[in-house]
């Protein structure tokens, strides 16, 4: 296996991402792929060996780099409020390049071993932010009277919610009904301050 700095694997994950994001990871083929990326098919197969795992290491790479940016911000000394606002910016971020079409690959995605992949990524990230919202909440940035369990339950259903077509008709795309959850979510969690 070549270094993960090898130029032609960083243009197959650079043309990957743009090709998923835009179409989702199911409408572009391998070929397409190679054509943008200026990389023959032995070259892809070379690094990856299907789209699964091209799509698995894109997935992976995003995953860090928005942790690590999580993290930068959880670690600030801002105060509480502005980390929600650094946290509502993050998400964000990460959405607003990803057509409507990935996020259904992604969260509709029918392989197990992707669905299983989704599920453990999925969890490692919860834990962290479970264990975040925990040190808030005894700190008395959140409010104490909210169960952990109740944010873990609409943290959960977040996804179906974004998925229901009542709901999704409110809003023009799934990005901005996960943003508004999202936020309906911190600012609920919020203490307020006493003398409003």
């Known amino acids: 296996m070549e ?8 243009r197959i994950l650079e043309k990957g991402k743009e090709l998923f994001w835009k179409h989702g990871f199911r409408r572009v083929s391998i070929e397409e792929l190679c054509r943008e990326a200026g990389v023959s098919k032995m ?8 789209k ?3 799509v698995r290491t894109i997935m992976e790479e995003f995953g860090t780099a928005s942790m690590d940016k999580y ?3 959880m670690d600030s000394d801002l105060p509480y409020p502005e980390k929600v606002m650094g ?3 993050l998400k964000k971020e990460q959405t607003v390049a990803m057509s409507a079409e990935f996020l259904r690959d992604y969260t509709n995605h029918a392989d197990p071993e992707m669905t299983g992949y989704i ?5 490692g990230t919860l834990r962290v932010f479970v264990d975040d919202l925990r040190k808030a909440q005894e700190e008395g940035e959140i409010r104490k009277n909210v169960k952990l369990e109740f944010i873990l339950y609409y943290l959960n259903h977040i996804t179906e919610m974004v998925h229901d077509e009542q709901l999704l008709a409110l809003y023009e795309t799934p990005q901005e009904l996960s943003l508004e959850l999202i936020n309906f979510l911190f600012y609920g969690l919020l203490e307020r301050d006493k003398n409003q």
């Open 71 to 73: 993290r930068l911000l």
């Open 3 to 10: 270094p993960t700095s090898n130029p032609k694997r960083a």
């Open 119 to 123: 599920e453990q990524l999925a969890a």
């Open 52 to 54: 699964r795992e091209l």
């Open 87 to 89: 946290m509502i910016e």
């Open 43 to 50: 070259t892809f197969y070379k690094f990856f060996s299907n």
